[in-house]
Structures are given as structure tokens and as C-alpha cells.
């Protein structure tokens, strides 16, 4: 392809547009929106692979918007009435719609890949210690996405040259992604439709649980579908009869019909643990995840310590080691607790900046009365378990009153949370220390079946 003739096409053609409005609109909502994409474990700039998914889901309004200035490319020979003459040239067909499209892939992936880029800048400066080799997948797919959708839009223009092609095009595409998008129902992302259907949008989940990447097979199967999507655009693009216009429809249908061969049946087997990053990295009894192994030289110590108070609190009934939780669970689902581990989950707000003595109090409470329901920022960050945490923390550290583990909000359900805690608090320490210590078993054991009685067990109420 002639260089000089690129760089005239890049200037004067709407194809450098498309790059800049995918570039500066997912930044824009990216970067302009405090989202769940900025909180917890899983925030687009904390892990490699959340900032993969977090970009390819932008495909939900960038991928239509592509086939939408495909459309308004393709439109460009019909509007200039040179249809005509370009085809009596000698140049080959193939050979002039080469350029419209090179120009259009290059912008694309340029703006794609400077928004990749922005985030991966943010990853490496974070503190992510593993590089999944699968992450880069996830964004190639994506560029191939949004080249197939403007060829695609270019070969339907051309093919119907009307000035209501881009925008029933972007509209079609719009409609096709949020008909066949999945949602979160549950452990996994699943749908209404068939999940192999709900596959063929290239559309990503935004990532809720940082150990979670998609399948090989649902990257392989894509690939076929979006190749042969982008095969019957550029066919479109070249077709200069109806019989030729009808036969280009049969690429996209073949990679449709082996992508939902390849494409996994199951929504179980679409979202996937990646094991290599769940692995447990330990120093003696502590244990955090490979992707989160940047945590232990502050954790390990601080776990020892919390795992001594446990064992004087507890005695035989104290748990004997610390590890990061990596069991998937449905949304708001209740977590598997034991009473032999201390649990802990990087996404629960107690823990996020947590250092020193504090983080040794707070990974006590965990170990004396473990919040059966999650707290992660996808489930509210509420309140739950913190008035009971930190009566328990304060008693097993020998406080003297009751120190909250994090400041008590200001709404009246709080206000009577934590006054009722103080009352409990105040019954607990006027007992003889025998049954302090019954009491806090007690508690903990009712934690860990998931029981809703430990204010009341803390206070003498448990029999009311």
C-alpha cells in the first residue's frame, strides 16, 4: 500500500474520527465517572486482566459507533457519484477498497490500543505482581471487533448506498449488543438466551472478582465469528453484482456457525478462575494469592500476630492459619466459612489500607466473628458484622472501651446499630472472665454458622 496515499486517506477520510472517538470516549467514561471500575481488587487499574475486561466492555457503545463510521466511509464513492467510474479503472477491486480499510484499522486500533495503554501504564505503576500471558487476548479481540464492525459497515454501505445506512446500522448493532449481552445472575454472567448466542457479542462483563478471565474458548470462538464478519464486510466492499453481494453473506455465516460450535454452552465455562493467579503464595500460616502477592510482606506478620491473640481468645477452637479467599460465590451469596481459617478478602473495606496494629485488630475480629455476608463495594461496603468485629477486637486486645474498626456512619440505622453495641459491650466486661470467654465462643460460634444472634449472644439476649 502506497504510504503517501495512506497518509492522504487518513487526512482527508472520516477514518481518523473513528479512532479518536473510541480513544476519547471511553476515557471520557471511564475517567469522568466514579464507577465500580475505580473501587476494590478488581478496579480496571489494579490487575491486568480486570483492565482488559474493563476496556473491552467500552465495545457496548464503541462497537456499534465503528460500524456507524464504517457506514459513513463506505457512503463516500456514492455520495461523490464516482461509483461508476472507479469500476471502469483497471485497478482491482480488492486493491482500491485495501486503502479505505487499512486506514480505518489503523485508527481503530490506535485509539484501542492508546486506551489499553493508559490503563496498563496504571497497572505497572500499582502494585500487581503478576502478568497473566491471556490478558493481551482479550484486547487483540477487542481491536478485531471494532475493525470487523467499520468493514462491516463499509460493505453494507456500499452495498445500499442510502444516507439512512450509518445510523440504522448503529442502531441494528446497538440493539444486537444489548439483546445478546450477558448479565450477572449469580456466581457467573449469564443470560436470558443460550449462552453460545449471548456469546457472539464481543462484549465483556465489567469484572466483579479479579481472579475471573474468559476461556480460551470463548476467545477462539469470537475470533472465528468476528473473522468471518470482517470477510463478508470487505466481500461486501468488493461486490459488484447481486450474485457476488449474495454470496459474500456465506463468510459471516460460516464463522457464526463454527463459533457456536467452539463457543462454550455453559456459563460456568465462558468466565473462568485463572488458576495460575488464584495459586497461594504463604510465609508460615499466612496465605494470599499469587495476583495479590505484594500484600504479604505487610500481612504475614500482622497474621502471626492476630493468629497468637486467636489462639489466647479461643484456645483449641482458634483458627490456625490466614488465607485469601478465591471461592467464587453469587452476588450478596453467603461466604463458606471455617472455623480452622481466618478468611480475608481484599475487596472488604475494613481491610482496604488497613497497616500496622490496626490491620492486626481488624484480621482479629475477622478470625473471632467472620462476617458471613460479603462486604465488597459490588455489595454495598455496609455495615454488617462491624459493631459485633469490634466489640470482640476490643475485648480480645484489652481495650478499655469499645473502638469501633472503622467510623460509625451517620444515619439513624447506624446510630442504633452502634448504640446497641455499647450497651453489649458494657454487659460483656461486667461479667467475670469466665464468662467473657463463653461469650466470645459463643459468638464465634454463631458467626460461623451464618447465625444473626451475636449482639444478642454478646448481650445475654440470646435466649429471648
Not at 477520510?13 to 476494590?40: E, K, Y
Not at 456457525?257 to 465455562?269: H, M, Q, T, V
Request: one cysteine or more.
Amino acid at each position: 500500500m502506497n504510504t503517501r496515499v495512506l497518509r492522504t486517506e487518513l487526512k482527508r477520510s472520516v477514518a481518523p474520527w473513528a479512532g479518536v472517538v473510541v480513544l476519547g470516549g471511553s476515557l471520557a467514561f471511564l475517567c469522568l465517572i466514579d464507577g465500580m471500575w475505580w473501587r476494590g481488587a478488581a478496579a480496571w487499574t489494579a490487575q491486568w486482566t480486570s483492565m482488559a475486561l474493563t476496556t473491552r466492555c467500552m465495545l457496548a457503545f464503541m462497537w456499534p459507533l465503528a460500524a456507524g463510521f464504517g457506514a459513513v466511509h463506505g457512503l463516500r464513492d456514492s455520495r461523490s457519484r464516482m461509483t461508476e467510474l472507479l469500476t471502469t479503472t483497471p485497478r482491482p477491486p480488492w486493491h482500491r477498497a485495501a486503502l479505505p480499510v487499512g486506514a480505518t484499522a489503523i485508527t481503530l486500533a490506535s485509539g484501542f490500543g492508546l486506551l489499553v495503554l493508559v490503563g496498563a501504564v496504571q497497572v505497572a505503576l500499582g502494585p500487581a505482581t503478576y502478568t497473566p500471558p491471556s490478558w493481551p487476548v482479550i484486547s487483540l479481540v477487542a481491536v478485531l471487533a471494532l475493525v470487523a464492525g467499520a468493514v462491516f459497515g463499509m460493505g453494507v454501505a456500499r452495498a445500499l448506498p442510502s444516507v439512512f445506512t450509518p445510523p440504522l446500522l448503529v442502531v441494528l448493532f446497538l440493539a444486537a449488543t444489548v439483546f445478546l449481552r450477558l448479565f450477572t445472575d449469580g456466581a457467573l454472567p449469564s443470560g436470558h438466551l443460550p449462552n453460545r448466542l449471548c456469546l457472539l457479542s464481543p462484549v465483556t462483563e465489567m469484572p466483579r472478582q479479579m481472579l475471573l478471565t474468559l476461556s480460551g474458548a470463548v476467545d477462539f470462538g469470537q475470533t472465528l465469528w468476528l473473522l468471518g464478519l470482517l470477510a463478508t464486510g470487505f466481500a461486501l466492499l468488493i461486490a459488484a453484482t447481486r450474485r457476488a453481494r449474495l454470496l459474500a453473506v456465506a463468510p459471516v455465516l460460516a464463522g457464526a456457525a463454527l463459533a457456536l460450535l467452539i463457543l462454550p454452552a455453559a456459563a460456568r465455562d465462558t468466565y473462568v478462575v485463572d488458576k495460575a493467579a488464584a495459586t497461594l503464595v504463604c510465609d508460615g500460616p499466612v496465605c494470599v494469592t499469587r495476583a495479590h502477592r505484594s500484600h504479604l510482606p505487610e500481612l504475614a506478620p500482622r497474621g502471626r500476630e492476630a493468629l497468637r491473640v486467636l489462639h489466647d481468645a479461643l484456645g483449641d477452637r482458634a483458627p490456625v492459619s490466614v488465607r485469601e479467599e478465591t471461592t467464587l460465590r453469587a452476588i450478596a451469596g453467603e461466604r463458606e466459612l471455617s472455623g480452622d481459617v481466618v478468611l480475608i478478602d481484599f475487596d472488604d473495606p475494613l481491610l482496604t489500607g488497613a497497616a500496622g496494629p490496626e490491620l492486626t485488630r481488624r484480621l482479629v475480629a475477622q478470625g473471632l466473628a467472620p462476617n458471613c455476608r460479603p462486604r465488597t463495594v459490588w455489595e454495598g461496603g455496609g455495615l454488617a458484622g462491624v459493631p459485633v468485629q469490634s466489640i470482640v477486637a476490643s475485648w480480645a486486645l484489652g481495650d478499655h472501651e469499645l473502638r469501633p474498626l472503622r467510623e460509625p456512619e451517620a444515619d439513624e440505622y447506624a446510630r442504633r446499630a452502634w448504640a446497641d453495641a455499647e450497651a453489649a459491650w458494657e454487659k460483656l466486661t461486667a461479667l467475670p472472665p469466665a464468662e467473657q470467654r463463653s461469650r466470645i465462643a459463643q459468638v464465634h460460634g454463631a458467626a460461623l454458622s451464618c447465625a444473626d444472634t451475636q449482639l444478642a449472644v454478646l448481650a445475654g439476649e440470646a435466649s429471648r
